[in-house]
């Protein structure tokens, strides 16, 4: 099976929380593959091309503010169905309806702080992704555990 890739961005409440390494190894024990990392503090211009769907949407300006407060911690993840997993994965963006077992059920009590961003296509994903690395940094290489995750016939 085709693998395909996916952005996952730990934002700042996850950073200040030191929540990373349980949300690596949540996406590490559901068997995607970590191609890339990075942690970075996101300035205006970056975080308004990342948002560019809300900048005329009336939560921006606090959207804005969050997003540029602290670190946040910029993956790109790879396995078959690496979206959908990951957003399964993530849970509802309103924390109050994510179900447990999810990182947001799990963690989080606030739509306006809730931990993670997911890409949620493709296209965004492949937009995320050149927007946070370039394609230098992007790892390819096969771990001898995908052969036990996946029936590639």
């Not at 205006?44 to 946040?72: C, M, N, Q, W």
Request: aromatic content about 8%; charged content about 25%.
């Amino acid at each position: 099976m085709a693998s395909e890739r996916t952005f996952i961005m730990i934002k700042p409440d996850g950073v200040q929380r030191g929540l990373v390494g349980e949300i690596v190894s949540r996406f590490e024990r559901r068997g995607l593959k970590l191609v890339a990392m990075r942690m970075l503090t996101i300035d205006e211009a970056l975080a308004r091309r990342h948002y560019a769907a809300h900048v005329d949407k009336g939560f921006f300006p606090a959207l804005l503010a969050y997003i540029t407060s602290s670190p946040v911690v910029a993956m790109v993840w790879e396995a078959p169905s690496a979206i959908s997993l990951a957003r399964q994965m993530l849970g509802s963006t309103d924390a109050t309806q994510a179900p447990g077992g999810t990182l947001r059920g799990d963690f989080c009590l606030d739509i306006g702080f809730n931990l993670v961003h997911g890409s949620d296509s493709s296209p965004a994903a492949q937009r995320e992704i050149e927007l946070f690395f370039d394609p230098d940094l992007l790892m390819n290489y096969d771990k001898d555990l995908d052969r036990w995750l996946c029936d590639s016939d």
